[in-house]
Every structure is written in structure tokens, then in C-alpha cells.
């Protein structure tokens, strides 16, 4: 038997609970898990930083209390270094959610199941958990204050349901847990994957252009009147609200352009956001980002700044990677994230996907040895990828050594 003696603080005010666990050896790292879920439930967002020690380490808490885990990318690279070198983004929300039966006509896009169906979301969650999926993104990226309330919503009320898209990924990740715990064996079952594993959640941030629902985020055109002080006002309280809500990552996505990545760059280090960062941007070239700007002065704002843990591309065809991937290390030494979407081409005007445009999953998945050889340690799918795309990635990475070199 193996006992395992539980003590936390809060704010210097001394000893707040004391838990005795017994476990039996032969599950007990799953049963660690399962204590650690409890944990969150009981402490939540104060406790948020000794709850990323236990997932990055596979330790007891009682284990955490002297560590704190840095703001700095030695948290991503510690990531990967338990994920055996590479890791594995989930891939495409709005697609599951629309074949799972959600009609996402409507200004919100994802974030109107926020409104009217979470239990969807968390669905889709766990179907990339038992894909393969280390980190899961949530369903905030179209999510904003502004938009909830041109729905009617109250600021209170909006300032919800951004926290609850955080949640609802953190309930995902707890189900996942507990299913991994009832699983007979780790691996792969059924076609799906239960393994406990470190499993983080990015909260994702969409562009202005995102918000504005008219395809701009394709082109990174905010018109001349736009202005860098505007869009740091325009993403501020978002931005403190997801932080505030405990998740892993923030994830700044589809950037279209240099203004908005400065603008997120100030946003963190002036609001002095704990929460780790990652900066994606979307080029249309394979050379600049969609609005035109130079791929390279955009990363480069993003390697300056210290809370920005990882730096990528996503929402890009498949065939510019390896030349982008290619341009992020020559300006930053920070791990490289790619999750491109399908290929398929966007009818901004009709607001749909053009059918017959993209790549198959067994052409998708072909590229991420290679992208991988080259220099990016976490990779999945954007926009039209889905749960079968990530699990042909994790399977393809699960044959990558686990020595492997973290770029």
C-alpha cells in the first residue's frame, strides 16, 4: 500500500486541507490523476499553478508545493520533454460540431454553442482526448464580450460565458481522465486512445477580423481607421477574463497581421498575464501573413516576448508549411506549433468551405514527419481536420523516438 499525504495553503493563512489517500500500486498513477481532479474542483484558479506541476510531472501534489511553474518557454519545452519530444494538437472544432448537428449560421460561429448546446462541445473535447490530442483548444475563438452583447447579453453575463468556454474544456479533460482510469489497459481501445498523459488547455483568442465575422481574419484588412491602442482595448478584458478562468495556454490564433501580434505582445506584458502564451499566425503565400506583412517581423514580435511560450501557423494549406516552418527558425529559438487546416479554400462571401479544394488525411498526415524533422514540436489541425486527421498524427508521432530532439 502507498499513502500519500495531501497539504495546501492559501495566501499564508496556513494549512486549508488535509486529505489521506490509499491507493493500491498497482493503479496508483492513475489513481493520481483522479486525486488531481479532485483537487481542481476543491481550489480551482488559486491553485492553478500547483495543479500544472502535477500534470507536467506525474507527481503527487504534496510534490508541488516548492515548485512554481515558470511563465517562460521552459513550461512548453517541459511539456515536450514529457510528451517524448512532440505533441499533439487537437484539430478542427466548427467541423465536429456541425457534423455532431450544430447550426453555426450565426456571427458567434463556434461560441454560439456556448448558448445552446455546451454538452456538444464537450463531446468533441473527448473525441480528440481519445484521438490522440495533448492539448485541446476551447471554444472561445470567436467568443467575445463585444459579440455576446450585441446578442443581448449583459457584461456580467458575456464575461460567463467566456469563462465557461474554459470549463467546459477542463470538465473535457477530467471526463477523459476518469475514462482513462476505467480503461482496462493504456493504448489505444476500440480506436480510441486512453493513456494518461500531460493533457493541457489553450484558450483560444481569435483575431478583431474573427469578431467582425465578414472574413477579415483571411485578410488582416481592418481598414485605415484601425489603430494598435484599439484593438489592445478591443481584446484587454477577454484576455483577463480567459486568464482568469485556470487554463494551461492562451492561444492568440489565426493572427492576420503585425499590428494585431503587437498588439497581443503589449496586452500580456501590460496586464501582466500569468498564463503562458502561444502566437499563431495564417499566410495565404507561404511568405507573408494574409495581410501581407513579413512572416518574419510578425515571429519576431512573438520571440520577444516572454509570456509567448511557442510560436506557429495555423489555418494555412498544408503546402506552405515546410517553407514557414523554415522562416520561424531563423528569428526564434522558441518551440514551433502547426495546425494548418485542410486545405480547402473559404468562400468569405458565402461563408462556407469550397468542397473538393483540400488534401486527404493520408496526404495531410504524410507531412508531419517531415515538418516535424525540420523543426516544429507541436502539430494538429485547423479548420475542416478532424478527429480521424489527429489520430493518423499521433500515431505517426507515436513512431517518432522518444529522444528525439526538442527543436
Request: proline residues 4%; hydrophobic residues 40%.
Amino acid at each position: 500500500m502507498v499513502f500519500i499525504v495531501i497539504s495546501t495553503t492559501s495566501r499564508g493563512q496556513g494549512v486549508k486541507l488535509f486529505l489521506l489517500y490509499k491507493l493500491e500500486v498497482a493503479v496508483a498513477v492513475k489513481e493520481f490523476e483522479l486525486l488531481r481532479l479532485s483537487y481542481y474542483s476543491t481550489f480551482k484558479f488559486q491553485h492553478r499553478k500547483r495543479e500544472r506541476a502535477l500534470i507536467l510531472n506525474g507527481k503527487p501534489p504534496i510534490q508541488m508545493e516548492a515548485r512554481s511553474i515558470p511563465t517562460t518557454p521552459s513550461l512548453m519545452r517541459e511539456f515536450l520533454l514529457q510528451a517524448g519530444g512532440a505533441a499533439v494538437i487537437d484539430g478542427g472544432l466548427a467541423t465536429e460540431l456541425e457534423r455532431h448537428g450544430a447550426d453555426l449560421n450565426d456571427p458567434l460561429w463556434s461560441a454560439k454553442c456556448l448558448l445552446t448546446s455546451p454538452h456538444l462541445i464537450r463531446s468533441v473535447h473527448i473525441d480528440y482526448l481519445e484521438a490522440g490530442a495533448d492539448i485541446i483548444i476551447t471554444a472561445s475563438y470567436q467568443a467575445t464580450i463585444q459579440g455576446f452583447e450585441a446578442k443581448g447579453f449583459s457584461r456580467e453575463q458575456s464575461e460567463t460565458l467566456l469563462k465557461k468556454s474554459v470549463e467546459i474544456a477542463l470538465e473535457a479533460r477530467d471526463m477523459y481522465y476518469k475514462r482513462c482510469s476505467k480503461s482496462s489497459s493504456d493504448g489505444i481501445g476500440d480506436g480510441a486512445i486512453f493513456k494518461i498523459r500531460p493533457i493541457l488547455v489553450a484558450a483560444s483568442v481569435g483575431s478583431y477580423g474573427a469578431y467582425l465575422a465578414d472574413g477579415s481574419e483571411y485578410s488582416g484588412d481592418y481598414g485605415d481607421a484601425m489603430t494598435l491602442e484599439a484593438l489592445k482595448e478591443f481584446h484587454r478584458r477577454r484576455v483577463q477574463v480567459l486568464a482568469e478562468a485556470g487554463p494551461d495556454l492562451i492561444a492568440f490564433e489565426t493572427v492576420p497581421n503585425k499590428m494585431e501580434a503587437q498588439a497581443y505582445a503589449e496586452l500580456l506584458e501590460e496586464e501582466d498575464i500569468k498564463i503562458p502564451a502561444w502566437l499563431s499566425f495564417n499566410s495565404k503565400d507561404g511568405i507573408n501573413v494574409v495581410s501581407g506583412d513579413s512572416f518574419l517581423e510578425c515571429a519576431s514580435i512573438a520571440e520577444s516576448c516572454k509570456q509567448v511560450v511557442a510560436v506557429g501557423i495555423n489555418c494555412t494549406p498544408p503546402r506552405f508549411i515546410h517553407e514557414l516552418i523554415l522562416a520561424i527558425k531563423k528569428v526564434t529559438t522558441k518551440p514551433i506549433v502547426i495546425y494548418p487546416n485542410s486545405g480547402e479554400s473559404y468562400d468569405a462571401d458565402r461563408k462556407e468551405w469550397v468542397e473538393n479544394t483540400g488534401v486527404s488525411d493520408e496526404d495531410f498526415v504524410s507531412y508531419v514527419n517531415k515538418w516535424c524533422e525540420i523543426g516544429a514540436s507541436l502539430v494538429g489541425g485547423c479548420c475542416r481536420t478532424t478527429p480521424d486527421t489527429i489520430r493518423a498524427i499521433y500515431r505517426t508521432l507515436s513512431h517518432r523516438s522518444a529522444s528525439a530532439p526538442i527543436q
